[in-house]
C-alpha cells in the first residue's frame, strides 16, 4: 500500500510540474484531480500521516479569510498543510495533501457542498461551520439542504471531533444537536453595533423549532445575531467565545474584546467590518481548540494581512485598488456597509455569472445599494452581465448621467483610475471570477505576484 501511494503522489507532483513547464499552471487542483482518478483512497492515507490531524473549515462568507487567520495564528507552532490559493474541493484539498512534504497539522478550507466528502475522507480533529447565506442557489439550492448535509456530515464524525459553530446563525447552531463530542459556540455580543431590524435579504428568519419568526436583541450582518423566538422561546445559546466593545476605525481597522474560556484580550484587527471581526473570532475559537494560546490568538490576528481579493490594498502609481469581493446579498450589503462613511465618489462593479459565481444573478435586486450609490460621482459596471448590473443601479438610483458601463473589465480598471486624483482610492466590487481575472490583470502588470500558486509538489 505504501508502495502504490509513493508512485501515485509522484505521479500527481510530476504531472504539476509539468503543466507549470507548459505555462498552464495547475498547481491547485491538477496534482488532486489525478491522484483522485488513480485512487481515491490515497487522500484518506495522506491525511492519515498528518502527526496533528486536520481541521476543516467551510461557511457561505469568510471561510478564505477566516482559514487565513487560523494559519497566521497556528504557523510559528505548526508546519501545515493548507489549500492556501482558496482551491477548496476535494481535488484542492487532495493537491494540498501532496504538496504537503512534512506537515505536521492540515488546515482545509471546504466547499460547503464538498463538506461531507472531505470530512467522511479526512476524519478531521476539528471542524469550523461559520454561516449559512443564500448562495448559488443554481448549485447548492436552498439553505436546508445544505445544512442537512453538513449535519449528516457532523453526526458520522468521532466523538473526539470539536465542533466549532458559529452561535449567531440558527441554522448553525442547530447543528449542535447532531455532534457526538465536543462544541464550541462563538459569536458578537455587542447591540451597540446592530443594525437597527432584520434587512429584507435576511435569511434564516424564522424558528427552528415552531415556524414563528425570530426576535432579535441584536442583528448584525444578514441574519446572525442574538436572536429568540417569541412563541416557544429557543433562543441563541451562551457564546464560549465573544467579541465584545467593537470598535471600528473607518476603512483601517477595528478592535474588540476577545472573550474566551482561557481568558479576555483587547484585539486591533487590522481589516474593518463586523464580517471581519466573525472571521476573527472563529479563527480563535479554531486555533484554540487546536492548542493555540491567547498569546498566540492575539499576535496571528493582530498580524493579519487581507487574504487575496478580501479587503485587499494594490498600489497603482500614485493610487490603490481596494478589492472587495461580492457574491451574495448578505456579504455585498456588509461591504456597501463598511465602505458606506467612506463615500466613495468613483466606484467599480463586476459582475460575472460563471460556474464559481453561479449562473443566476437576480441576487443584486437583494442588495441595498442605495447608501453608497448617493454620494458617487461614478460608477463603472463591468463584467459578463455588466448590462443587467447597470439596470439594477439605475433602479437603485443612480443617475445615468453617473452610469459607465463597460464589460471589459482592464478597460473599466482602466478608466476608473483615470478618474481617481493621485493619493486617492478605488473601491473594486467584484464577483469570484472576476476578481480573479482581475487579480490577472494587476499581476500582469507587475502590481502583484500571481497568488493562485500551490507550493512545490
Known sequence: MAARLALETAAARAAARLSRLAGRGGGTTLPGKLLYTLDPGAIDALAARLPEGSALVSATNGKTTTTAMVARILGARSRLAWNRAGANLVSGVATALVAARGARLGLFEVDEAALPEIARRLRPRAVLLGNLFRDQLDRYGELEHVAEGWRDAVARLDAGTVIVLNADDPLVCDLRGAVAGRTVLYGLDDPRLARPALQHAADSKYCLRCGAPYAYEAAYVGHLGDY????????????????????????????????????????????????????????????????????????????????????????????TLLVLLVKNPAGANEVIRTLEESAPRVLLIALNDATADGKDVSWIWDIDLDPLLAGAQTVIASG??????????????????????????????????????????????????????LRGIVAQRGLVTRYWVQAPV
Open 384 to 437: 459578463d452581465r455588466a448590462a443587467e448590473l447597470a439596470v439594477r443601479l439605475v433602479y437603485g438610483g443612480l443617475e445615468r448621467s453617473a452610469l459607465v458601463v463597460e464589460p471589459d473589465l482592464e478597460r473599466a480598471l482602466d478608466r476608473g483610475l483615470a478618474l481617481v486624483p493621485a493619493g486617492g482610492e478605488l473601491p473594486v466590487l467584484p464577483t469570484y471570477t472576476a476578481m480573479l481575472a
Open 228 to 319: 429568540r423566538c417569541p412563541a416557544c422561546g429557543h433562543a441563541r445559546p451562551r457564546l464560549d467565545v465573544a467579541a465584545r466593545r467593537i470598535e471600528p476605525d473607518r476603512l483601517q481597522s477595528v478592535s474588540f474584546d476577545l472573550v474566551t474560556v482561557a481568558g479576555e484580550a483587547r484585539v486591533t484587527l487590522p481589516l474593518p467590518g463586523l464580517y471581519n471581526v466573525y472571521n476573527a473570532v472563529a479563527a480563535a475559537a479554531l486555533a484554540q481548540a487546536l492548542g493555540a494560546t491567547l498569546d498566540e490568538v492575539r499576535a496571528g490576528l493582530e498580524g493579519f494581512s487581507a487574504a487575496f481579493g478580501r479587503f485587499e490594498r494594490i498600489t497603482a502609481g500614485e493610487k
